[in-house]
């Protein structure tokens, strides 16, 4: 069969391909592959237990379906680290040094395979700093390899600035901005008629979590089940819309491709050793 022939070349998902189409996938350097990272948690009432996984997927598959020549989307990371909200039903957990195992095994085994970019698109405010932390290692630890972590509501921050109506350092969990995305993605999923509102009191200024206005100057994440009034929502859904949703879908797509043709340009230059155990001259400093 001819190139030209080769249905494998407009496939923008990996759990499509054969393995010689996925292979294609990962010559030269191969796609830059899109790995969602969701969660199954406590939504608020209003919510299904699959919004950050739901999220991310349907982004991650959005831009690759975009721009096949450019992205792979890849099956997503479904169970995420979500030990604050384990006293709320529908929430599972995964041990956070587990994660950080998992999820970097499945990075390295994409660039195992050829692959030199890889982006974990995380729809899950806890997973942000583990999967930083995998995003780190494979770089420390990989050649020609460059991977990275977005958590995907930094791609409309510009947009939120100017559509949000929930107040700054309220706009969290099962929020104004999450039920838009569902409302967007699947409008039968959600139970309008039973949203409330839950503007977490953090008891200092020192403390708030906005998914727009980056979190307040000290990390504090306390267990759910203290702070919440039992709703599990942190913000006010009532804003919420369909268009909303779908603004926000946009942008994000938008924002991620872009990223993607950056970090799929982005030089990766050979590492030097400057120190005393090194050989590599200093062009700025020499004994
Ligand atoms: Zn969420």
């Keep these: 069969m001819g190139q030209h022939s080769d249905p494998g070349q407009q496939k923008s998902r990996l759990e499509t391909m054969t393995w010689p189409e996925a292979r294609r996938a990962a010559q030269n350097g191969g796609r ?11 939504h608020g009432p209003h919510l299904p237990v699959d919004v ?24 997503p990371i479904h169970y995420g680290f979500n030990e604050h909200n384990m006293g709320f039903p529908g929430t599972i957990s995964v ?53 990275a972590a977005i958590n995907h509501w930094s791609l409309a921050r510009d947009l939120a600035a100017r559509i949000r109506e929930t107040p700054t350092g309220g706009m969290a969990h099962a929020c104004e901005y ?8 699947d409008p039968s999923g959600v139970y309008m008629d039973k949203q409330v509102a839950d503007m977490v009191d953090h008891q200092t200024p020192f403390v708030w979590v906005d998914l727009m206005a980056g979190d307040g100057p000290v ?37 991620l491709i872009r990223f993607c043709e950056d970090f799929r340009a982005m030089k990766v230059h050979p590492r030097r050793n400057y120190t005393a155990r090194g050989s590599d001259p200093n062009p700025y400093y020499d004994e």
Excluded at 33 to 41: D, K, Q, S, T
Excluded at 178 to 185: A, C, I, K, M, V
Excluded at 234 to 247: L, Y
Aim: with cysteine.
């Design 95 to 147: 041990e956070v040094e587990h994660f950080v195992n998992y999820v970097y095994d499945v990075c390295r085994s994409f660039v195992r395979q050829g692959h030199t970019r890889v982006v974990m698109i995380n729809g899950h405010g806890s997973n942000a700093m583990p999967c930083a932390l995998v995003a780190r290692r494979i770089v420390n630890e990989s050649e020609d390899a460059l991977a």
């Design 178 to 185: 999450e039920t838009s995305w569902y409302l967007f993605l």
């Design 32 to 42: 830059v592959v899109l790995l969602p990272v969701g969660a199954i948690e406590q």
């Design 219 to 255: 990390a504090l994440i306390d267990d759910w089940s203290r702070l919440s009034n039992g709703s599990g929502v942190e913000g006010d859904p009532a804003t919420a819309s369909v268009d909303k949703g779908a603004r926000y879908a946009e942008e994000e797509v938008t924002n």
């Design 52 to 75: 950050d996984n739901r999220v991310v997927t349907w982004l991650c598959d959005e831009a690759a379906r975009q721009r096949p020549d450019l992205i792979l989307s890849a099956p």
